[in-house]
Structure formats: structure tokens, C-alpha cells
């Protein structure tokens, strides 16, 4: 990172190499910074926003204010190594944007005029995770936008971030954490992957928005089809929730009918039909639904128990000709993971098919995450290893990894059914961002990249990461079972789950929730962050090399500890 903002420093500056540039004589601020208390490493930091301040009212001298901007940088890495990463950190960030004085959004300059215009004009005072999350409670509900991220199952306040890059992210406080959230699943290769950065700000540069088709949404279709054959055409949206949402009001329209079966646990964003015993947030926090869900909407929703083929024979004895789709996660990561039972996806298929409802594979987290096709290609190739037919659902939709890290999410199907939505069909459905071209570029490049090698590396990270953790556990006798679901797992604690094994909701909050907290924080304190509840799968990216899982695994024994000494 160091390299990359000393890349566009004076030649002369360069030369200095990282030690002091003792032809400098007149600005060495940073000769204090040696041995600074923490006060001194703020105010340190100060005087860089304010280098960068001048630079952004253009009362810059290059020779003088760059080389002091360094001169700064230098210094620090000797007074704390952790200082210095927040302040590349802002220089990063500021370096992703260009200016319209200097265009070359690579130039220290563009970097710092655009670090100002990034922080409103306002100097940026090095800031604690408390101090952000204080500030954030009074401007933005909880501090956070989007339920989970306020650490409220797990206490404690939430890591407000600066950085991310490969298996790491870094918080405000200038500390890194190897990272098992993977930006709850996107991450697939790994955070800023170079060549998904590149793609971006290429794409960013020849325009942020269009209100128009492009080529690339054309390719990134074309790309999904490739690997999930059965997806004829693909409408884009922005978000797993508005995939799910299309796919359900596809689904009533062509059908006719209004019922929607979901499954306990199973979470497919916060769409007020969706919502009811979902997983994911509201499983967190132990909610049965959400307000402001009218009456008549839950009415249209079925809930029935996860992994069970009775429940969902019953349901359609009943009201089959009533039903417009059951949607389903068909690996469920939401209240923790909690893989299909073998066939159960397939008796979904034979009972929907039946009764002429639509099966809704909602693979917004599995989708080009667990493999090359998802959940559904890893059910194919059984179905063919086994000699047996090959089948699929109807509609599938897909998010995170198809986005790689930006807003792109996706409904897809046969023609015949995608059709049926407008411009063509009656089923209508719009969006302003609906294809954006930056993010596109991100989600396109991601899947090009996204080979088999890739799907290999991060099932053999998953698989070492989740024996250890099991591992761990079992040396200081936490009951305790690890679940699989391809590429993602997640640990359940208790007896029953221990002996059982988790296979739908009610098993899920029956654990010892208790146990997590404690085993959270301590794998934080070691610098690994973990997603902050119990009911959400961990991810593992490529980029997660020997030394971020060494790192990892080293963590877990005295994480393994603190669940053994949690108490209700
Ligand atoms: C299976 C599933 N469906 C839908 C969604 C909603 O996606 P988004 O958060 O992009 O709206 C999620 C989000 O975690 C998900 O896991």
C-alpha cells in the first residue's frame, strides 16, 4: 500500500527512500512524531489533513507540501505502525477518486484535494470505534444501515471501517482484522481484488450512470446463462431484495394465484411478504416478522418448517391451487447453515411441478459462491455423477458474488417466464440503477475471474478453517456442531445440536446462543472478525493465504475458551 502512494511522489522525494528527506530543512513536523503519546500521533494526524486542507484551497508548492506530506508518513511509521496504515488508508480512499482540476485520479494531489472533498472540507481527527459509533447513533437509526452490522446480539461497538484489501479489513483505529464476513458474501476473491478495482474505475471513468442499456449487462446475462443454463434471460436489479420481490410478483402474475410458501429461517430480504420468520437480521434479534407488514400481506405467506417434505405435502393438500411459489435458500445460511436434507430440494421440485406452482430458488448467497453454478450446479452434478435426471427450478435469483462487492443482484429463468415481465409482459418492474455500469463491471469482471481454481481454493480454506474451529471447541469441551454448506459453515453450540445436528429453524434458536458473544470477542481481540451473530454463515475468500488462516486458526483455542466460560 506504502508503494502505491509514494508510486506518484516527486522522483527526488523517491530517492529519499522511506528514511527522512534530509534535504528538507524547512517543514519536519514528523521529526516529533518518534516516540509520541497518543495525543501527539492525533494531532500528527491533524497536520496532515491540514497539508491536504492547502492542497485542496490550491495553495500547494508541490516541493514543499507533498515532500512535508511524506516527511509526516515517514516518521510515523517509526512512532506507530498503525497510524501510518490509517493515513495511507484515507489516501487510498481519497486515490479512488478523480478532480476536476487534475484528472489523473493516480496523482497525490487528485488524492489529497479529493480526500477534502471526501471528508466535506472538514478535518478528519483520528476517531475511536466508540467515538464513530456515537456519532453515527444520533444521525442514522442504530448507527448502522442494516441491522446486523450494530453488533447487537454480540455487544460491544461495531468496527467502523477505513480499508479493506484481500482477507483483511481495516477499522478506524488503524487496526486489521482478518475478515470471515467477506462483505457477507460478495468478497469471493478477496477485498479490492486488483483486477475488479481496475474494471471499476475504468468503468466509473466513462460514466457513472447511463439510463440506458449497456453491452455489459448484455455480457454479465450471457455470463449467468453460461453457468446456470436453465437462466434464459436475466432481468438486473440492485439488490437480493428486489430479486426476490421480482420474482415473487413474477411468479403470482403468471401463475394467477397469491400464496407464497417460505421456509422458517430462510431469509430473502426484507420484502414484507418474505419477511415472517425470516433468518438473517431478524433472527438476531429474535423478531417474529416486522412491523408496518400489513395483515392481509402475512396472510399471503406460508411459513413451514425447513428440510421437512410432510409440512410442505401437507400445506399443498391443502391449499395447492392457491399457491403461486415456494421459494426457498436452497442451502440455508441464514439462521446459521443449514444444508438440505438429500432429496429435499428435489421433492420441492416434484410437489411445485405438481400443483402447478413455480419453484423459486433464491441463491442471492450461494449463487457463484459455493461453485461454478451455486447450490443448484453442486445438485446437478450429484443428479448426473448418480445417473439421474437432471432438474431445475423455475426462477432463480441471485445477488452478492454476481455483484462482486457492488449493487448487482439478478432475477432469472426461462424465456417463456421472464418474458412475462414488462416491457414485454404485464408483470411490471423498473429500476433507475437496475444494471448500473460500475457495478457491472465489478460483477462481470468477478465472474470472468471467478474459475474453477478459485472455487477450489476457497473449498479448502472452508474445509480447514471449520475443522479447526471444531477442533478447538471439542479440546475444551463446548458442545458444539459445525455445518457445512459447500464453501460457507457456520457453528452451532448445545447439546442437541452437538448430538443432532441443526436441520431447521426451531433447532437453530435452540443452541446455546449464549456461548457466541464471548467467542466473538475474543477472536476480534486477535484480530479476526467474524460475522456478529450466531445465525450468519462465515465466508473465506482466495485471498485468504496461509498467513490470514494461520492467524485464524491461532485465534480460535482461546475463543474456544471463552464459550467454554460463557454463562447464560
Ligand atoms: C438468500 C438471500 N436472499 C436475499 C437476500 C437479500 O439481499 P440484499 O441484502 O442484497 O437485499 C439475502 C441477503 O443476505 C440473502 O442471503
Same mark, same amino acid.
Given at each position: 500500500?506504502?508503494?502505491?502512494?509514494?508510486?506518484?511522489?516527486?522522483?527526488?522525494?523517491?530517492? /529519499?527512500?522511506?528514511?527522512?528527506?534530509?534535504?528538507?530543512?524547512?517543514?519536519?513536523?514528523?521529526?516529533?512524531?518518534?516516540?509520541?503519546?497518543? +495525543?501527539?500521533?492525533?494531532?500528527?494526524?491533524?497536520?496532515?489533513?491540514?497539508?491536504?486542507?492547502?492542497?485542496?484551497?490550491? %495553495?500547494?508548492?508541490?516541493?514543499?507540501?507533498?515532500?512535508?506530506?511524506?516527511?509526516?508518513?515517514?516518521?510515523?511509521?517509526?512512532?506507530?505502525?498503525?497510524?501510518?496504515?490509517?493515513?495511507?488508508?484515507?489516501?487510498?480512499?481519497?486515490?479512488?477518486?478523480?478532480?476536476?482540476?487534475?484528472?489523473?485520479?493516480?496523482?497525490?494531489?487528485?488524492?489529497?484535494?479529493?480526500?477534502?472533498?471526501?471528508?466535506? /472540507?472538514?478535518?478528519?481527527?483520528?476517531?475511536?470505534?466508540?467515538?464513530?459509533?456515537?456519532?453515527?447513533?444520533?444521525?442514522?437509526?442504530?448507527?448502522?444501515?442494516?441491522?446486523?452490522?450494530?453488533?447487537?446480539?454480540?455487544?460491544?461497538?461495531?468496527?467502523?471501517?477505513?480499508?479493506?484489501?484481500?482477507? !483483511?479489513?481495516?477499522?478506524?483505529?488503524?487496526?486489521?482484522?482478518?475478515?470471515?464476513?467477506?462483505?457477507?458474501?460478495?468478497?469471493?476473491?478477496?477485498?479490492?481484488?486488483?483486477?475488479?478495482?481496475?474494471?471499476?474505475? @475504468?468503468? +466509473?471513468?466513462?460514466?457513472?450512470?447511463?439510463?440506458?442499456?449497456?453491452?455489459?449487462?448484455?455480457?454479465?446475462?450471457?455470463?449467468?446463462?453460461?453457468?446456470?443454463?436453465?437462466?434464459?434471460?436475466?432481468?438486473?436489479?440492485?439488490?437480493?431484495?428486489?430479486?426476490?420481490?421480482?420474482?415473487?410478483?413474477?411468479?403470482?402474475?403468471?401463475?394467477?394465484?397469491?400464496?407464497?410458501?417460505?421456509?422458517?429461517?430462510?431469509?430473502?430480504?426484507?420484502?414484507?411478504?418474505?419477511?415472517?420468520?425470516?433468518?438473517?437480521?431478524?433472527?438476531?434479534?429474535?423478531?417474529?416478522?416486522?412491523?408496518?407488514?400489513?395483515?392481509?400481506?402475512?396472510?399471503?405467506?406460508?411459513?413451514?418448517?425447513?428440510?421437512?417434505?410432510?409440512?410442505?405435502?401437507?400445506?399443498?393438500?391443502?391449499?395447492?391451487? %392457491?399457491?403461486?411459489?415456494?421459494?426457498?435458500?436452497?442451502? @440455508?445460511?441464514?439462521?446459521?447453515?443449514?444444508?438440505?436434507? $438429500?432429496?429435499?430440494?428435489?421433492?420441492?421440485?416434484?410437489?411445485?411441478?405438481?400443483?402447478?406452482?413455480?419453484?423459486?430458488?433464491?441463491?442471492?448467497?450461494?449463487?457463484?459462491?459455493?461453485?461454478?453454478?451455486?447450490?443448484?450446479?453442486?445438485?446437478?452434478?450429484?443428479?448426473?455423477?448418480?445417473?439421474?435426471?437432471?432438474?431445475?427450478?423455475?426462477? =432463480?435469483?441471485?445477488?452478492?458474488?454476481? /455483484?462482486?462487492?457492488?449493487?448487482?443482484?439478478?432475477?432469472?429463468?426461462?424465456?417463456?417466464?421472464?418474458?412475462?415481465?414488462?416491457?414485454?409482459?404485464?408483470?411490471?418492474?423498473?429500476?433507475?440503477?437496475?444494471?448500473?455500469?460500475?457495478?457491472?463491471?465489478?460483477?462481470?469482471?468477478?465472474?470472468?475471474?471467478?474459475?474453477?481454481?478459485? !472455487?477450489?481454493?476457497?473449498?479448502?480454506?472452508?474445509?480447514?478453517?471449520?475443522?479447526?474451529?471444531?477442533?478447538?471447541?471439542?479440546?475444551?469441551?463446548?458442545?458444539?456442531?459445525? %455445518?457445512?454448506?459447500?464453501?460457507?459453515?457456520?457453528?452451532?453450540?448445545?447439546? +442437541?445440536?452437538?448430538?443432532?445436528?441443526?436441520?431447521?429453524?426451531?433447532?437453530?434458536?435452540?443452541?446455546?446462543?449464549?456461548?457466541?458473544?464471548?467467542?466473538?470477542?475474543?477472536?476480534?481481540?486477535?484480530?479476526?472478525?467474524? $460475522?456478529?451473530?450466531?445465525?450468519?454463515?462465515? =465466508?473465506?475468500?482466495?485471498?485468504?493465504?496461509?498467513?490470514?488462516?494461520?492467524?485464524?486458526?491461532? @485465534?480460535?483455542?482461546?475463543?474456544?475458551?471463552?464459550?467454554?466460560?460463557?454463562?447464560?
Amino acid at each position: 500500500m506504502r508503494d502505491h502512494i509514494r508510486a506518484g511522489a516527486d522522483s527526488e522525494q523517491l530517492q /529519499g527512500g522511506l528514511g527522512v528527506d534530509t534535504r528538507l530543512g524547512t517543514h519536519k513536523p514528523g521529526n516529533v512524531a518518534r516516540g509520541m503519546d497518543d +495525543a501527539g500521533l492525533r494531532q500528527l494526524s491533524i497536520d496532515v489533513d491540514v497539508e491536504l486542507k492547502s492542497v485542496a484551497r490550491g %495553495q500547494y508548492d508541490s516541493s514543499r507540501h507533498w515532500r512535508a506530506l511524506f516527511d509526516h508518513l515517514d516518521n510515523a511509521i517509526s512512532a506507530r505502525r498503525q497510524t501510518i496504515k490509517r493515513i495511507e488508508g484515507q489516501l487510498m480512499v481519497a486515490g479512488g477518486h478523480g478532480h476536476q482540476r487534475h484528472n489523473d485520479p493516480n496523482s497525490n494531489v487528485a488524492r489529497g484535494v479529493c480526500h477534502i472533498t471526501r471528508m466535506g /472540507g472538514e478535518v478528519n481527527e483520528m476517531t475511536t470505534n466508540h467515538e464513530a459509533f456515537l456519532r453515527a447513533k444520533s444521525v442514522i437509526p442504530g448507527g448502522v444501515n442494516s441491522p446486523v452490522r450494530a453488533y447487537g446480539s454480540v455487544g460491544g461497538d461495531p468496527r467502523f471501517m477505513t480499508a479493506a484489501h484481500g482477507a !483483511y479489513v481495516t477499522d478506524v483505529e488503524g487496526r486489521d482484522y482478518v475478515d470471515l464476513i467477506c462483505t457477507w458474501g460478495p468478497g469471493l476473491l478477496g477485498h479490492a481484488h486488483p483486477q475488479v478495482v481496475e474494471a471499476v474505475q @475504468a468503468a +466509473a471513468a466513462r460514466g457513472l450512470s447511463f439510463g440506458a442499456p449497456t453491452q455489459g449487462e448484455t455480457e454479465l446475462a450471457e455470463a449467468i446463462h453460461a453457468r446456470v443454463p436453465a437462466v434464459e434471460q436475466v432481468r438486473l436489479v440492485s439488490t437480493g431484495t428486489e430479486a426476490t420481490m421480482t420474482a415473487i410478483r413474477l411468479a403470482r402474475g403468471v401463475t394467477g394465484r397469491d400464496l407464497i410458501v417460505k421456509f422458517a429461517g430462510c431469509y430473502h430480504g426484507h420484502v414484507d411478504a418474505l419477511l415472517a420468520q425470516a433468518g438473517s437480521g431478524v433472527a438476531t434479534f429474535a423478531l417474529p416478522g416486522s412491523a408496518g407488514v400489513t395483515a392481509a400481506t402475512a396472510a399471503e405467506t406460508i411459513v413451514v418448517p425447513y428440510n421437512d417434505v410432510d409440512a410442505v405435502e401437507a400445506v399443498f393438500a391443502e391449499k395447492g391451487a %392457491q399457491i403461486a411459489a415456494v421459494i426457498t435458500e436452497p442451502a @440455508a445460511a441464514n439462521m446459521g447453515v443449514v444444508p438440505p436434507k $438429500p432429496g429435499f430440494n428435489k421433492a420441492l421440485r416434484r410437489i411445485t411441478a405438481e400443483h402447478g406452482a413455480l419453484l423459486i430458488f433464491d441463491e442471492v448467497l450461494t449463487g457463484f459462491r459455493v461453485g461454478p453454478a451455486g447450490w443448484w450446479g453442486l445438485e446437478r452434478d450429484a443428479s448426473v455423477a448418480a445417473g439421474e435426471a437432471v432438474w431445475t427450478p423455475d426462477l =432463480f435469483t441471485f445477488g452478492k458474488v454476481v /455483484g462482486g462487492g457492488m449493487p448487482v443482484a439478478a432475477v432469472g429463468g426461462p424465456r417463456a417466464l421472464m418474458e412475462q415481465l414488462a416491457p414485454l409482459g404485464p408483470v411490471y418492474q423498473a429500476g433507475t440503477l437496475s444494471g448500473n455500469p460500475v457495478a457491472v463491471a465489478a460483477g462481470l469482471t468477478t465472474m470472468q475471474l471467478a474459475d474453477a481454481a478459485v !472455487y477450489a481454493k476457497v473449498d479448502a480454506v472452508a474445509a480447514q478453517l471449520s475443522a479447526a474451529v471444531d477442533a478447538a471447541l471439542d479440546e475444551v469441551g463446548v458442545p458444539h456442531k459445525v %455445518q457445512r454448506a459447500g464453501s460457507l459453515f457456520s457453528v452451532f453450540f448445545g447439546e +442437541a445440536a452437538a448430538r443432532d445436528g441443526v436441520r431447521n429453524y426451531a433447532d437453530a434458536q435452540a443452541q446455546d446462543v449464549y456461548r457466541y458473544a464471548p467467542f466473538f470477542h475474543a477472536m476480534l481481540d486477535a484480530g479476526v472478525s467474524l $460475522p456478529p451473530s450466531v445465525f450468519e454463515a462465515w =465466508f473465506c475468500s482466495t485471498a485468504h493465504d496461509e498467513t490470514a488462516v494461520a492467524k485464524i486458526i491461532a @485465534a480460535f483455542p482461546a475463543a474456544a475458551k471463552a464459550a467454554a466460560s460463557a454463562t447464560r
